[in-house]
């Protein structure tokens, strides 16, 4: 018997018990939204709204593109297996 490995799933049990995370994944599905864009989608603060984009940014399921000095979009990231899986199961089942 090998051993378990120690892999890291915090984002994906994140987001599938938070109902707040599944609709900004699911507003930014095939779109990039600023941080007040996003938290105005879907009815929560501009601080939650971040708290929420931090930790899908540090776990690579979303990115963020900077234009200028103070305005940053989110989006999808494309090239995470993650990101992909949780896509189609948002799209797969209606969240509102």
């Known amino acids: 018997m090998t051993p378990a490995t120690n892999t890291n799933h915090k ?6 018990c938070s109902k707040t995370t599944l609709k900004i994944l699911k507003v930014l599905i095939g779109s990039q939204l600023t941080p007040s864009q ?13 708290g929420h984009l931090q930790t899908l940014e540090a776990e690579g399921i979303l990115v963020s593109v900077k234009f200028g000095v103070l305005i940053r979009f989110y989006k999808s990231n494309e090239v995470s297996p993650i990101a992909t899986a949780v896509q189609r199961l948002i799209e797969s089942f209606k969240i509102d």
Request: charge should be negative; aromatic fraction near 6%.
């Open 38 to 50: 996003i938290a105005k989608a879907v009815g929560v603060s501009y601080a939650n709204a971040v």
């Open 11 to 16: 984002a994906i049990e994140e987001v599938l």
